[in-house]
């Protein structure tokens, strides 16, 4: 079982940065994949960044250039560093975990706002 802790959300302006945290606990294989989702009001969930378990990453390309993904294997805990914000990025942000298994693990969610 896994259960996933986000922090580090908040309110910042347009072109300002946060530093977004997951936190996992219970068991967790080294060879899982982990990213980071959003979802705004009204719209659909969408995939951010991934980070396999060898480094190896991927981004969505509305935040390629601004968002760095990274991860901690010793410690179960991936990061999101967010750059040059923009309104348009205001949404929850959502850690998640893809389990060999393909079963998937979600965190409860933290809220960027950014305003312009």
């Known amino acids: 079982q896994v259960q996933l802790v986000e922090s580090g959300g908040g309110l910042v302006q347009a072109g300002g940065s946060l530093r977004l945290s997951c936190a996992a606990s219970g068991s967790i294989f080294s060879f899982a994949l982990m990213c980071w989702y959003r979802q705004a009001p009204g719209k659909q969930r969408e995939l951010v960044a991934g980070?396999?378990?060898?480094?190896?990453?991927n981004y969505g390309d509305s935040v390629k250039g601004r968002f760095t993904i990274s991860r901690d294997n010793a410690k179960n805990t991936v990061y999101l560093q967010m750059n040059s914000l923009k309104p348009e990025d205001t949404a929850v942000y959502y850690c998640?975990?893809?389990?060999?298994?393909?079963?998937?693990?979600w965190g409860q969610g933290t809220q960027v706002t950014v305003s312009s």
């Open positions: 998640n975990v893809l389990l060999p298994s393909l079963r998937n693990y």
């Open positions: 980070i396999s378990s060898g480094g190896t990453t």
